[in-house]
């Protein structure tokens, strides 16, 4: 009987529905690297490629079809998709990734903000009064996001939550390990100029002096006159301007041509196909263009 009762199970066992792997949209590179770093084997689509700004895309139906079949949908936050995402997602018909479901999460919502408090007035350019959203440049916010993210895909998909918590610690250690290194090669830099304020958490947590941004407004471009003022104010100093691929290189490049400072070029988030060691590859050429100035 017992031979038949296990014949009769390991029948079952070949019609049993398979393991599925969880569906996952998420906005930026950023995003999709912490997914595969926690979740490996999660069917991923990213939303944007490095070289977009995340403030002004807009939804197209390929995003729509993406999020209609995600179980879960990680976005950067703090407003920075709010210009096209929550349309997109309202087209999806997908409640289960709406905000406040425990399909959809915020990397921004998950650690502390720096600028937060500013004014919510959109006169003042491209602000951010519940904090900047730029969290995915530096590492070490990276790290509690993907404790963070462990834990809610450990809600979705219970049975693989030990992988799911385990690749968690393992990215986190991974980046503890890597701090002194970047902490020796940004000893004594002397600073940045930015175009905009998308990578001061980087800067702040090496203690990089932010000495100023190319835009005199968020989201403005600057004029003639903003780029005299600001050479007038740096010049004698050391340092490297930062542009990201899609701002105009026109005043990064008057500014370096009138300090004498190199000007980089270089994606706020690593490779559409980027992992957990594609996203610190990103920081080391982040840190190595900050340090080399």
Do not use: C
Not at 93 to 116: K, S, T
Not at 245 to 255: A, I, T, V
């Amino acid at each position: 009987m017992r031979r038949l009762l296990t014949g009769l199970l390991a029948g079952l066992a070949l019609f049993a529905a398979p393991v599925l792997a969880l569906d996952v949209v998420a906005t930026s590179p950023s995003m999709g690297a912490l997914v595969r770093a926690v979740a490996p084997s999660a069917q991923l689509t990213v939303l944007a490629g490095p070289d977009r700004d995340l403030h002004m895309l807009q939804a197209k139906p390929t995003m729509i079809r993406a999020l209609r079949s995600a179980d879960l949908l990680v976005a950067v936050g703090a407003e920075l998709e709010m210009g096209w995402l929550p349309a997109a997602s309202a087209s999806a018909a997908n409640p289960d990734i709406l905000p406040g479901r425990e399909g959809y999460f915020e990397a921004a919502a998950q650690v502390p903000l720096l600028d937060v408090g500013g004014p919510a007035d959109r006169a003042m350019g491209d602000v951010h009064p519940a904090g900047n959203p730029h969290v995915d440049l530096d590492p070490v916010r990276m790290a509690q996001v993907a404790g963070a993210l462990g834990a809610r895909m450990a809600r979705l998909d219970p049975g693989n939550a030990a992988s799911y918590r385990a690749n968690a610690r393992r990215f986190a250690e991974t980046v503890e390990q890597r701090l002194p290194q970047w902490q020796a090669q940004l000893a004594g830099a002397p600073g940045a100029v930015l175009y905009h304020r998308d990578a001061v958490y980087l800067l702040e947590r090496f203690d990089v002096p932010l000495l100023g941004t190319i835009e005199p407004v968020p989201g403005v471009p600057p004029s003639g006159r903003d780029l005299r003022e600001l050479a007038g104010k740096l010049r004698g100093r050391d340092g490297v301007i930062i542009h990201a691929p899609y701002h105009s290189p026109k005043g990064p490049r008057k500014l370096g041509g009138d300090l004498g400072w190199p000007v980089e070029t270089l994606p706020l988030s690593p490779p559409v196909s980027a992992d957990g060691d594609g996203y610190l590859r990103h920081i080391d050429r982040w840190v190595s263009a900050i340090a080399g100035a």
